[in-house]
């Protein structure tokens, strides 16, 4: 059974995070709303582009078009919610969006490594998926909350293609507080050290916060995570 966080109100403060951008000229919530027709999610009110990051050693595509990529690995239950739209604001309909993370161990799938217990995960594919953005642009994953290992703070990765292009490599980000109060709480996030580095100490998450930084509430027992992707859809 995926544990739920016991979070004070303090704690529950953490879980309401304004997603800003890094890039493109400023709208204001109304003008944003009204360039996309009014299908933008909400938890955000200027156009962006979202940063490009490193893919990182773990990607592969399994060929998984799934909505639910936890495969019960024990962790926070959460649901990732992503919209794909132009530099315009526009919603890109039927991108295709890949994502990967580690487990509540810091443990991806389909690697072997001795640190982290990898050997054990070969040939697994928890916490991978594919989903194709519906008119709004907008991809689904039933997840749980992201791990961390040594040297990264917490993250998920994700792949977006606009037909045969891929037009952005991305890492999402997700607040130091409440990355904190999950791993401190939460039974299936415990280690026998502790998290060292955060976003501040993460010089991927560095160049690309705030950008990529999530908008993060309480769903019930379960989160709800969002980020809108801006992309170039010409690569």
């Not at 303090?10 to 951008?21: E, F, P």
């Not at 919530?29 to 990182?56: N, S, Y």
Request: aromatic fraction near 8%; charged fraction near 20%; glycine fraction near 12%.
């Amino acid at each position: 059974m995926t544990d739920r966080p016991n979070l004070s109100l303090s704690r529950r403060r953490a879980l309401c995070l304004i997603a800003v951008t890094a890039s493109g000229t400023m709208l204001a919530p109304g003008a944003f709303a009204q360039a996309a027709g009014g299908l933008l999610l909400p938890g955000a009110d200027v156009c962006l582009l979202t940063p490009a990051t490193t893919e990182g050693p773990y990607y592969l595509d399994p060929k998984l078009v799934r909505r639910d990529i936890a495969e019960g690995r024990d962790g926070v239950a959460t649901l990732l919610r992503l919209q794909v739209v132009d530099a315009r604001c526009r919603p890109i309909a039927g991108a295709r969006v890949d994502v990967w993370h580690c487990d509540a161990q810091g443990v991806y799938s389909s690697y072997g490594g001795a640190e982290q217990g990898q050997d054990s995960a070969r040939g697994e594919t928890f916490l991978r998926g594919t989903q194709f953005g519906d008119h709004r642009g907008v991809v689904e994953f039933a997840t749980i909350y992201p791990g961390w290992y040594r040297g990264r703070t917490t993250h998920i990765h994700f792949k977006v293609f606009v037909g045969d292009a891929d037009v952005l490599t991305g890492q999402i980000f997700f607040s130091d507080d409440l990355s904190t109060s999950v791993y401190s709480e939460v039974p299936a996030y415990g280690r026998d050290s502790g998290r060292r580095t955060t976003n501040d100490g993460d010089f991927i998450a560095r160049r690309a916060m705030p950008a990529s930084l999530a908008t993060v509430t309480r769903d019930g027992g379960a989160f709800l995570a969002q980020m809108i992707l801006g992309v170039d859809p010409r690569g």
